[in-house]
C-alpha cells in the first residue's frame, strides 16, 4: 500500500463514534505500525489535516478538513442542493432519507435527515457505505463508468450480513437488475433489520457520481410503502442530479 493510502487509510478511521485516537489505537486499527503511523500523522498535522490535542495526546481531525470541505462546496455545491431534498424525502415517505457520493474506493454519506418515527434507522454522518452491500452502492456502481463495476468485482467483497453478496456472479447478476429496473433494493445486506432502496446521482457526464436513498426498518417495508418510497425517490433523484449540475442518461429509465 502507498504512502498516500494509507495516509487516506488513517483519516477515514475517524468517525462519530471515534472522533479522537491514541497513536497506539490508531496503529491497530489501521493495522500500520506506530512509527509510520506517527510519521504520517505528523506529515498531515503540517497541512492542517490533522491536529494533536495538547492535553490528551490524541489525535483528531485538523481545520484544514474543513477549508478543503468549503473549496468542495463552492466548486460543486452539494450540500445546498441535497439537504432540502433530502427534508422533502423523508417527510413524503416517513422515513430515514440519505445521499451519498464517491468517496475513495466506496461512497461516503454526505447527508441525512432522518424518519420522525420512534421506530428509525439512524445513519451516520459521513458514515463510509460499501458499494457491494448497499442499496446506495448497488445504485452508484451499476450506473458508473465502466471500469467502476469491474473493480468492484474484483475485490474481496466481505460480509456484513448473512445476506451480503460475497459471489462476484451473484453482484454481476444484482447489478444488472439494477441497471433494468433504474433502482436498486438491499434487504438486510449490510445492516440486520434495515431495507434500503436507492437510486442513482449523475453527473454531467451521464455517469453515477453517487447516490440517493431510503432506508426503512425491515419489518415495515409494505409494497404500497415500496411504491411510496419509489416514486419519491425518482423525483428526488431527478431534481438533485440537476440541482448539481447533473445530466439524466437518456437510457435511465425506471421500472418500479
Request: charged share 20%; proline share 6%.
Amino acid at each position: 500500500m502507498r504512502t498516500v493510502e494509507k495516509a487516506l487509510k488513517l483519516l477515514e478511521l475517524f468517525d462519530e463514534a471515534h472522533p479522537s485516537f491514541g497513536l497506539s489505537a490508531l496503529a491497530r486499527r489501521a493495522d500500520i505500525d506506530k512509527a509510520t503511523v506517527l510519521r504520517m500523522l505528523q506529515d498531515m498535522a503540517a497541512a492542517g489535516l490533522v491536529e494533536q490535542d495538547p492535553a490528551s495526546r490524541n489525535w483528531r481531525l485538523g481545520a484544514g478538513i474543513l477549508r478543503l470541505a468549503r473549496l468542495r462546496e463552492a466548486a460543486f455545491p452539494a450540500t445546498g442542493a441535497l439537504n432540502p431534498i433530502l427534508a422533502r424525502l423523508a417527510q413524503e415517505t416517513g422515513e430515514t432519507a440519505h445521499a451519498s457520493l464517491r468517496a475513495g474506493a466506496d461512497l461516503g454519506t454526505v447527508g441525512v435527515v432522518e424518519s420522525t418515527r420512534s421506530n428509525r434507522v439512524y445513519i451516520e454522518p459521513g458514515l463510509i457505505l460499501p458499494l457491494h452491500a448497499t442499496a446506495s452502492g448497488l445504485a452508484y456502481t451499476a450506473f458508473a463508468r465502466p471500469d467502476v463495476p469491474a473493480e468492484v468485482l474484483a475485490r474481496p467483497l466481505a460480509a456484513h450480513t448473512a445476506a451480503t453478496p460475497t459471489d462476484p456472479a451473484t453482484l454481476a447478476a444484482r447489478l444488472e437488475m439494477v441497471r433494468a429496473s433504474g433502482y436498486a433494493c438491499a434487504d438486510q445486506t449490510y445492516d440486520a433489520d434495515v431495507h434500503g432502496l436507492a437510486m442513482p446521482l449523475f453527473g454531467p457526464d451521464g455517469f453515477a457520481i453517487g447516490a440517493l436513498a431510503v432506508a426503512t426498518p425491515a419489518t415495515r417495508l409494505t409494497a404500497d410503502l415500496r411504491r411510496l418510497i419509489l416514486s419519491a425517490l425518482a423525483d428526488a433523484a431527478r431534481k438533485a442530479t440537476l440541482g448539481m449540475g447533473g445530466r439524466i442518461p437518456d437510457h435511465h429509465r425506471i421500472a418500479a
